[in-house]
């Protein structure tokens, strides 16, 4: 499964952003979608994961109420979107695909995921 994660860039505090994950393959509706991040110096953080038929989502308490994540399964597209950024949020954004299932769990942990993209840079200015 390859993933492409964009909509990264520069906004200033405040600002917002739309981060999707992309991918060519048919079997995305089977999967959970994780979003992660990393900042320099710091561990790859579970920020938003989605269940296969959006059923269930979860955030982290850091972005509750300011990040939305939702997927459009006829477009093998899974979306983050971000308001309210804060310096706090800079770093590199990942998305990952966990393993299909038939259930309607998601995690925000690093091991419930295969495959990953190659992340992009969000950067928040004050």
């Known amino acids: 499964v390859q993933l492409q994660a964009s909509g990264g860039g520069l906004v200033q505090a405040g600002g917002s952003l739309r981060l999707a994950c992309a991918t060519s393959?048919?079997?995305?509706?089977?999967?959970?979608i994780g979003w992660f991040r990393q900042a320099p110096g710091k561990e790859r953080e579970g920020v938003s994961c989605?269940?296969?038929?959006?059923?269930?989502?979860g955030y982290a308490d850091s972005v509750k109420g300011r990040f939305t994540i939702s997927r459009d399964n006829t477009k093998s597209t899974v979306y983050l979107q971000m308001n309210s950024l804060k310096p706090d949020d800079t770093a590199v954004y990942y998305c990952?695909?966990?393993?299909?299932?038939?259930?309607?769990?998601?995690?925000?942990?690093?091991?419930?995921?295969?495959?990953w993209g190659r992340g992009t840079q969000v950067t928040v200015s004050s």
């Open positions: 393959d048919r079997t995305l509706d089977y999967r959970a």
């Open positions: 989605i269940s296969r038929s959006s059923t269930n989502k």
């Open positions: 990952a695909a966990a393993q299909m299932t038939l259930t309607q769990r998601c995690s925000m942990e690093r091991d419930s995921y295969s495959y």
